[in-house]
């Protein structure tokens, strides 16, 4: 991993990406976490959700292209960086699958945050994916900073 870092996402950020998982159920969610890095700690600021377009989308993700372009317009214009990539598997643990592996864009360049639903508690868990390997990340949830 050329930059690894420590993720770190506001409580109210977390749980947008849980509603957002939610709502798709039983497709799989999709978005990314949009942020600044300080050294080598990502800090998540916002979650930009996106459209999921895959042909099976209760066992997979696809971004649709037209919502990518909006949320990567959407981080310039803030001066964001993508600092996680989140999606959701809604019958299986939150570790990457075989899928996730080869399909991966962003290569080892940030984390990818799985969010599963099989049960009624979301378990959370973020990944470094490799070519033929994931690693856990270093990555937690705080509390949202006071305006």
């Keep these: 991993m050329p930059n690894p870092y420590r993720l770190v996402i506001p409580r109210s950020v977390y ?9 798709d159920f039983p497709a799989e969610s999709c978005g990314l976490l949009g942020g600044r890095f300080d050294g080598n700690q ?10 999921n377009v895959a042909d099976d989308a209760t066992r997979r993700y696809q971004a649709d292209i037209r ?8 981080l310039r ?9 989140v999606h959701s598997h809604p019958h299986s643990p939150a570790v990457p699958s075989r899928m ?11 984390v990818h945050l799985i969010i599963s639903l099989r049960s009624s508690r979301p378990e959370v868990q973020v990944w470094w ?15 949202d900073p006071t305006k």
Excluded: K
């Design 15 to 23: 749980e947008g990406m849980i509603r957002h998982a939610r709502q």
């Design 42 to 51: 990502a800090n998540a600021e916002q979650y930009y959700p996106l459209v």
């Design 67 to 74: 919502s990518l372009l909006a949320v990567h317009r959407a």
């Design 77 to 85: 214009e803030v001066g964001q960086r993508e600092v996680a990539v």
């Design 100 to 110: 996730d592996l080869t399909q991966n864009a962003y290569g080892d360049a940030v």
């Design 129 to 143: 994916l490799l070519p033929d390997q994931f690693v856990p990340a270093d990555w937690r949830v705080v509390d």
